[in-house]
């Protein structure tokens, strides 16, 4: 009389315990998709997904991060916006007439820095990359957390050096537009028709710094939160990103000593510059350029 209750205990048990943790992965699943499902590459999700301990919650993880600014992006937008305002004055335009021109003009602007910041994107999540999040014209990305890798600053600066060379492949192409266009603009002006704008051949300037921070989820506990990284060396990151002027990466002794180890080939192409100051921080800061 004991067996039979003892066995179906046994497997309710089994079958509850199978059925909770089937349910309890499936909701894991659901929420990492939900945190990295757009800022990694495919690889990197199914990394991911089939970590057994992913600590989201906040970690102390040495990484190297990245932030690339479009140069030139505020002047473009400056001029446009003059623009606009000296066609709406000549032609004594307001009302609808002058907000839709403000709209068209808002709408090019807009889909500019897109091209710009989304080729840079594509390009360094090919490299693995977490991409944190764009600020304004700027990407912000790192490699090295939640999932350590010990060759984290050598995939941050290939990626940095593709993402360059397509920029520099965009603007190739958009010059050869711009030649087009003013063969067109040749044949529109005595017809009287408006001339087509040249399109911006727009920079790339980036800082690179490797080094411990703190990873984890920021915001409210009620809505979507942000994986991401901060501290001191997220800082030097950016500060970096600020010396770099157009069309350069700029990294730190951090990055370059990492580079030595990972790939002395790449290593030896870093030129050092002069050690420079940098807000924030004591001391000179050294730098190399890749």
Not at 216 to 234: D, H, Q, W
Not at 267 to 279: F, G, M, N
């Amino acid at each position: 009389p004991i067996v039979f209750p003892a066995v179906v205990q046994v497997v309710m048990s089994y079958t509850s315990l199978m059925t909770w943790r089937v349910v309890f992965e499936r909701t894991e699943r659901k929420r990492v998709t939900a945190i990295f499902g757009t800022v990694v590459s495919k690889k990197i999700m199914n990394e991911l997904l089939r970590a057994p301990n992913l600590a989201l919650g906040g970690a102390r993880r040495e990484i190297t991060v990245l932030f690339a600014d479009v140069r030139g992006f505020t002047q473009f937008t400056d001029q446009a916006q003059e623009q606009v305002e000296e066609y709406v004055t000549a032609n004594k335009l307001s009302g609808s007439a002058a907000e839709s021109l403000y709209d068209e003009q808002a709408r090019e602007t807009l889909a500019t820095v897109n091209l710009y910041l989304g080729l840079v994107a594509d390009t360094i999540i090919k490299h693995d990359a977490i991409l944190d999040k764009f600020i304004g014209d700027c990407v912000m990305a790192f490699w090295g957390a939640p999932l350590s890798g010990p060759r984290h600053a050598l995939s941050c600066v290939r990626g940095a050096i593709d993402a360059q060379r397509a920029i520099y492949n965009l603007n190739l192409q958009r010059a050869e537009q711009n030649r087009q266009r003013e063969l067109e603009n040749a044949a529109r002006a005595p017809a009287g028709l408006p001339l087509l704008p040249a399109l911006p051949l727009l920079l790339l300037g980036s800082g690179i710094n490797s080094g411990m921070a703190t990873a984890g989820l920021m915001g409210s506990a009620g809505e979507t939160r942000n994986y991401t990284v901060f501290g001191r060396e997220v800082n030097l990151a950016s500060r970096l990103e600020g010396l770099s002027g157009r069309g350069r990466i700029f990294i730190s002794e951090a990055t370059y000593r990492h580079l030595l180890r990972d790939d002395p080939a790449l290593a030896a192409t870093c030129v050092a510059q002069p050690p420079q100051p940098v807000k924030g921080f004591s001391n000179l800061v050294k730098v190399y350029e890749v």
